[in-house]
């Protein structure tokens, strides 16, 4: 009776402890395209699309606004985060975005201060 009750106690140790290993499920895969809204950025770039691909282990993103596209540069995505730089009007700009399966959160970063934007991804169409 004591190694059954042994063996049930280290059973359900081993689960809760793989657990802690496991991927939180409410992460997204920041690969694709996504729409973001930022309502205090200066006038033209309040809304418009990130674009990021991953091709092996090298992540690449890129902002668009229309027809504009700025691409970034010292992209990393470590611990769930995305974070980048993309140079505009004299100056750059360090992007940080957290995605989910709700969509994604982030802020950017310039000489004025900090911007919050908050996005969703765009669905593929087949």
Do not use: C, H
């Amino acid at each position: 009776m004591k190694r059954t009750f042994l063996l049930v106690v280290a059973v359900f140790a081993f689960g809760f402890g793989f657990q802690s290993f496991t991927r939180d499920s409410s992460v997204a895969d920041p690969v694709g395209t996504w729409t973001y809204k930022a309502p205090t950025a200066p006038e033209g770039y309040g809304s418009g699309d990130i674009v990021i691909a991953k091709d092996k282990e090298v992540y690449t993103a890129s902002l668009k606004f229309g027809d504009y596209e700025v691409k970034g540069t010292s992209v990393k995505y470590e611990k769930e985060i995305l974070s980048f730089k993309v140079y505009m009007e004299g100056e750059y700009i360090s992007v940080k975005a957290t995605f989910t399966t709700n969509g994604l959160k982030g802020t950017a970063s310039y000489s004025e201060g900090d911007i919050p934007f908050t996005g969703t991804k765009k669905v593929a169409k087949k």
